[in-house]
Every structure is written in structure tokens, then in C-alpha cells.
């Protein structure tokens, strides 16, 4: 199966990911080839085969729902570029 | 004790020559700096030294020893794979995305192993965000494998494995989703395992596939790499999906005889892509095994052939999820150029990726989107389902399922980086262990063309030990693990 120009700039909008000019034919080749290599899968029969989604088969571990942390905001939002009074700023959203 | 022999000495002897006073942490630690500072120009293993820190630490570590208040691997020598948070230390993940990102917060590995009294000298390159087999997709530049610089340490913790096998530091950790520990464990021939899939907490470890993901540790012998896994193990309330099964006593464990062992040898790694001279090696170590008593039975792993394809789908649904947290606000690379919320996003995304990466993001995005979900995702993790159950099946039959960790040695940097299928199929032998959750160990099996490969073990869930066990018998058969690059004896 091959992946056309139009369905990379598709997945590039849903990844929220630039894409340059000059990188999208060879995203087409190598994706093309990656989505032949996985069509493997399906060669092979699965009926009744339950999916698996984790590999010991466990389910989620739960705690008491009780708060643990406490407010680091100062210290964590060091790593932020642009604050302003304990705030991300972020471009306009709502006009 | 000479200094000169301080880098090719093994974790536990640096410990016992530390407690019995005969080196200090500080002469341990200064001349290790020095060392990655008169070979890492050419090894490129290090992305952020720690130097200053180290010393400081390693200076409180003497005082403790003199007092008598050391801890388990008080004043011992360590590097941390840039994945693992490090508290006010720069944490890359590799990527320059996170070029500036420094984790408020260390991660329970980094906790527990600088509580057990680790001296940490740095954290080392590896591929970005740990998608890649060969170190070269990483924003820092690839790294050469020890033993020939030309050629490549594996991936993604090509930085770890190379530090250890140039003889820069004596152990470090190491993450593993598809074989990231034990392809450059083999390629540059040294001891690595991944543990099982919770048997080490993922806190503070930079997600990739979160379902695949686990920390695991580099050393040069199966006795060290037993002394840190003890340290690193055991349940931990922040994260969620690690096990509160009990963490035997390694170190104990690996003098244990295997002559009750069954070991089973996969009929299916003899079929296809197997090097000739690897071949020979691998039953050449079995004749090892056997030899002490082990037995070995042939087993069939039918659907094993389907583990690259699994894995790709799988793990690369994972990280299009996970990588979404990279959004320039909270940390991490900016755009300084946006006219919109939505360009700022892209922008941002697009500067901040490497071509690896965001080939992942885009085939993650593609078996996840409407109208291939069942098709792919689903798919996959149905195969994964019936990939697991073969080991499952076999492990009622054997305790240990022997094998290569590689089809070939080393290959040269820049060999595979245009074709993505040639570069994932490294991982043919070592995907299987990652998708059942199994723990897996690589340890140095003999060279092909002068280049060191792997004799890779996998055990069944939580059992580390007969994987310890067998590879540490293994190593007091042979001296494959005591070979040094000539370039850094």
C-alpha cells in the first residue's frame, strides 16, 4: 500500500507536526515501505485472539484517592519559556 | 593500588578496594573524568558530564567510608542514558526537543541508586527519544563503537554501551523497548539486561512506548550488572505498572549451579539471517552451558517472525501518543516564529523533532487513525497476544530460551540510516522478550571479524535470576567479557 503526498500532510495537520517541502517525498518512501513491512500482519489469522495491551496481563494498580503533592508550581515552571504571574502564555486563543 | 588499573576494574572489585581503604572514591572518580576527558572527544559518549558534582560527592563518599556509614555502592562510579530524569541535571532524551529541559525531579532509578551511594560522572548520548538502533539518530551526534570508531555502538543506548566498553565508567543504565540495551551490549561486547516489564520503575524515565518500555543496566560482568539490578528493582508507588513481586537477592543468586537448568534453543533463529561465523559462536556457548550439566531442548517459537512487524505498529502507536506532551509551552523547545496557536503547535513540533522521530509520530498517527485502527493497531496487539503466548508455551518446557542477540556485528555509521526496514530488522531477535514483557540479557559471546557478538538469554517473568545465574556460570568459563578494545586498554 502506498502513502501519497495528501496523506502525509494529513498526518503531519493530526500530529500537529511541520513537515518541510523538501522532507516529504522521502517521508512518502520511507513510510510507504514501513506500512508494507507491517501489512504482514495481516497474513496471519487472529479470530478469537483476545488483544493484548499489557504484557503481564495485570490490571491497574489503585490508591486511595488522597492528595500526595504538593505545590510545586515555582520550581516546575522554571522549565517554561514564557510565564507571566504563575501562568504558560500561549497565543491567542479567544479573540 | 595503581591508578592505571582503576578503568578496568570491574564495580565489585573498585568496592572492595574502596572499603578495604585501598583506593579512595575521589581517585576512583578523578581518574575516570580524566579519562572521558582524553577519550570522549572521539567516543562521543557523554552528552552532559557532571564533573564538579561527582568529585564533591565522591568526597563525602571517602567520609563515609572512613566513618563507616557506606551504603551498599557507596562511592561507586556511574553514568545515567540521558532518558532518566536527573534533579538540576540537563536531560536531553537525545533530543533537541529537550535541549534545555532540566527535571525538577529525579527519577526513582537515579533516587534509589544515588541512595544506595552511586557517584554519578554523567548521562550518556543515545538515539532521540530512544527510536533508533545505531545512536545515529540522536541531536548530539552519533557514537562510535569502542572497538572500531568507524563503526556503530547499536541504539538507542549506544552512549551507555560505548562509555562502558571504552572503559570510561564501570556500569550504567540503560533503557530497552525493542533491544536498546541489548544490541549495544552486544555490539561492543559487554554484559546488559532488561529486566521485566515492571520489575524497575518507570518514573522519571522519558516515555517512548509505555507498554514496552524498561530500565535496565550495563556492566562487564554478569556479577556487576547483578549488584546494580538489586539496587534498582522493587515496587514504586509513582509508577503505577511496577510489581510488587519481591526482589530476590541477585548477587546470591548468580553462584547457583545449572545443571538442573533447561535451557531451549529457538529452531526458528536457526531458519533465516543468521551471520555464519555468529551461528558458530552461539553453539560453541551452548556446548558451554552444556557442559556444566544444563540441559537443551529445541523449541518453536512459530510466530516469532511476526515481532518486527508487531512491534512497529505497536510501539510506534505509543509514542504518537506519548510524544504529544511536546507542545512548547511547559518545557522543552519553543518557536519563536507563529502567527497562531495552531502554528505555534506545528512550529514548534516540527523544529523541535528529528526525521526518526517524527517518522514514528506520522506511522503512530497512521495505524491509530479511523479506518485502519482495527486493521493495524488492533491487529498487532492481537499478534503481540499470540507472540507472547509461544514464549508462555515454551517457558512450561525450559527455564532459559537461548539464543543471538544480533544476525551480525557492529555495522559502519551511516550503513542503514536510509533504509528504516533494514535498520529495524536489527532487532529481530530481541522484540520478542519486549512484547511478552519478558526479561532478557545480553553477555559477550565470542568475536566475528574481530567485532564482539551476543549470547542473548530470556527468561520467564521475574526470572532474572537464571538468567544471572546462567550468564555468570558462563563467565567463569570464558574470558569474552574481559576482551578490551586496544584503543582503550
Redesign the interface.
Known amino acids: 500500500m502506498s502513502?501519497n503526498k495528501d496523506?502525509?500532510k494529513y498526518?503531519?495537520l493530526?500530529?500537529?507536526?511541520?513537515?518541510?517541502k523538501n522532507?516529504i517525498k522521502?517521508?512518502e518512501e520511507?513510510?510507504t515501505?514501513?506500512?508494507d513491512?507491517?501489512?504482514?500482519?495481516?497474513t496471519?489469522s487472529?479470530d478469537n485472539?483476545?488483544?493484548?495491551?499489557?504484557?503481564?496481563n495485570?490490571s491497574?494498580?489503585?490508591?486511595i484517592d488522597e492528595v500526595t503533592e504538593t505545590n510545586?508550581r515555582e520550581?516546575?515552571?522554571?522549565?517554561?519559556?514564557?510565564i507571566e504571574k504563575g501562568m504558560?502564555l500561549?497565543?491567542?486563543?479567544i479573540d | 593500588m595503581p591508578n592505571s588499573q582503576i578503568h578496568n576494574m570491574t564495580l565489585v572489585e573498585l568496592k572492595k578496594a574502596l572499603n578495604e581503604k585501598n583506593l579512595s572514591s575521589r581517585e576512583i572518580t578523578e581518574t575516570l573524568l580524566s579519562r572521558i576527558n582524553d577519550f570522549d572527544d572521539s567516543v562521543n559518549s557523554f552528552i552532559t558530564m557532571t564533573s564538579d558534582q561527582a568529585i564533591k560527592e565522591a568526597m563525602e563518599a571517602d567520609k563515609k567510608i572512613a566513618n563507616g556509614d557506606q551504603t551498599n555502592l557507596t562511592g561507586l562510579p556511574f553514568a545515567h542514558k540521558d532518558l532518566f530524569c536527573t534533579k538540576g541535571t540537563l536531560t536531553t532524551c537525545g533530543s533537541k526537543m529537550l535541549h534545555n529541559f532540566i527535571p525538577p525531579y529525579d527519577a526513582t532509578v537515579v533516587k534509589k541508586l544515588k541512595n544506595a551511594g552511586v557517584i554519578m560522572l554523567g548521562k550518556t548520548n543515545m538515539d532521540e527519544f530512544a527510536m533508533g538502533s545505531s545512536n545515529e539518530t540522536s541531536y548530539y551526534g552519533s557514537v562510535g563503537n569502542p572497538w572500531d570508531l568507524k563503526l556503530s555502538p547499536g541504539g538507542s543506548s549506544g552512549g551507555s554501551a560505548a562509555a562502558v566498553a571504552a572503559r570510561l565508567v564501570p556500569a550504567a543504565t540503560g533503557t530497552d523497548t525493542g533491544g536498546s540495551i541489548r544490541q549495544p551490549a552486544a555490539l561492543t561486547g559487554i554484559t546488559g539486561i532488561k529486566p521485566t516489564y515492571g520489575r524497575v520503575s518507570r518514573y522519571g524515565m522519558i516515555a517512548f512506548a509505555s507498554s514496552l518500555d524498561q530500565g535496565g543496566v550495563f556492566a562487564r560482568s554478569c556479577e556487576d550488572a547483578a549488584l546494580i539490578l538489586g539496587e534498582m528493582a522493587g515496587l514504586d508507588e509513582l509508577d503505577s505498572t511496577s510489581s510488587a513481586e519481591k526482589v530476590p537477592n541477585y548477587l546470591e543468586s548468580i553462584n547457583h549451579p545449572i545443571k538442573d537448568l533447561k535451557i531451549g534453543l529457538v529452531k526458528q533463529h536457526f531458519e533465516e539471517g543468521l551471520d555464519e561465523e555468529n551461528k558458530k559462536n552461539l553453539l560453541s556457548a551452548i556446548d558451554t552451558l552444556k557442559s556444566q550439566g544444563a540441559e537443551v531442548i529445541e523449541i518453536d517459537l512459530p510466530n516469532i517472525g511476526l515481532s518486527v512487524p508487531t512491534y512497529y505498529v505497536v510501539a510506534s502507536a505509543e509514542c504518537s501518543s506519548n510524544l504529544s506532551r511536546y507542545d512548547g509551552v511547559r518545557f522543552g523547545h519553543r518557536t519563536e516564529n507563529y502567527e497562531n496557536l495552531e502554528e505555534f503547535y506545528s512550529k514548534t513540533r516540527g523544529e523541535g523533532f528529528g526525521a526518526e522521530v517524527k517518522r514514528r509520530i506520522m506511522t503512530g498517527t497512521y495505524v491509530l487513525s479511523a479506518g485502519y485502527y482495527d486493521a493495524y493497531y488492533l491487529k498487532a496487539q492481537k499478534v503481540r497476544q499470540l507472540i507472547s503466548q509461544d514464549f508462555k508455551n515454551a517457558f512450561e518446557k525450559v527455564d532459559v530460551i537461548a539464543g543471538p542477540t544480533t544476525p551480525s556485528p557492529a555495522f559502519e555509521l551511516g550503513a542503514k540510516m536510509d533504509d528504516p526496514i533494514e535498520m529495524y530488522l536489527n532487532d529481530i531477535f530481541t522484540i520478542g522478550a519486549n512484547l511478552g514483557g519478558f526479561p532478557a540479557i545480553s553477555v559477550p559471546c565470542g568475536f566475528v571479524n574481530d567485532l564482539p557478538v551476543g549470547l542473548q538469554l530470556v527468561g520467564k517473568h521475574f526470572g532474572e535470576e537464571s538468567l544471572f545465574q546462567c550468564g555468570h556460570q558462563f563467565q567463569q568459563l570464558t574470558d569474552w567479557h574481559k576482551q578490551t578494545p586496544e584503543q582503550f586498554k
Not at chain 1, 513491512?37 to 495481516?42: E, R
Not at chain 1, 485472539?49 to 499489557?54: E, G, L, S, T
Open positions: 502513502i496523506e502525509i498526518l503531519s493530526l500530529s500537529r507536526m511541520d513537515i518541510d522532507e522521502d517521508i520511507k513510510l515501505k514501513i506500512i513491512f507491517v501489512d504482514q500482519l495481516q496471519i487472529t485472539i483476545a488483544p493484548m495491551a499489557h504484557p503481564l495485570q491497574q494498580r489503585l490508591r510545586d520550581n516546575i515552571q522554571k522549565n517554561a519559556q514564557q504558560y500561549v497565543p491567542k486563543v
